[in-house]
């Protein structure tokens, strides 16, 4: 039962602090995003494509979207010239501190 309502909470804060529009993919993408951040590596657009259960157009336009948003940003990968690399914004790791500091204060 806690761990449900754990996964409950979450996904409700997580609707209001994120641009989900009733879809789990926009926060699957800013999920993997930070986590690439905090680890240090680079999470390249076509990795991200293959991991998420949807079409490669429906993960690109929400990643395009996000990007609109300010969520994301797209680079080139400096090793790679033809790879593009989906980053964090401040927005981004400010929203999962955020979050995470919320969390952590339960």
């Avoid at 993919?25 to 690439?36: D, E, N, S, V, Y």
């Avoid at 259960?53 to 033809?82: A, F, M, P, Y």
Wanted: glycine fraction near 2%; charge should be positive.
């Amino acid at each position: 039962k806690q761990i449900a309502e754990i996964i409950e909470q979450l996904y409700e804060r997580c609707e209001t602090k994120f641009p989900l529009n009733n879809s789990s993919i926009p926060l699957l993408i800013l999920a993997k995003t930070i986590r690439h951040e905090s680890n240090g590596t680079e999470l390249p657009l076509k990795v991200l494509c293959a991991e998420l259960k949807s079409s490669d157009l429906c993960t690109r336009t929400h990643v395009k979207k996000l990007e609109q948003r300010n969520w994301v940003k797209i680079n080139k990968s400096k090793t790679d010239g033809r790879m593009k690399i989906v980053k964090s914004t401040p927005k981004l790791i400010n929203a999962f501190q955020g979050l995470s500091d919320e969390f952590k204060s339960r």
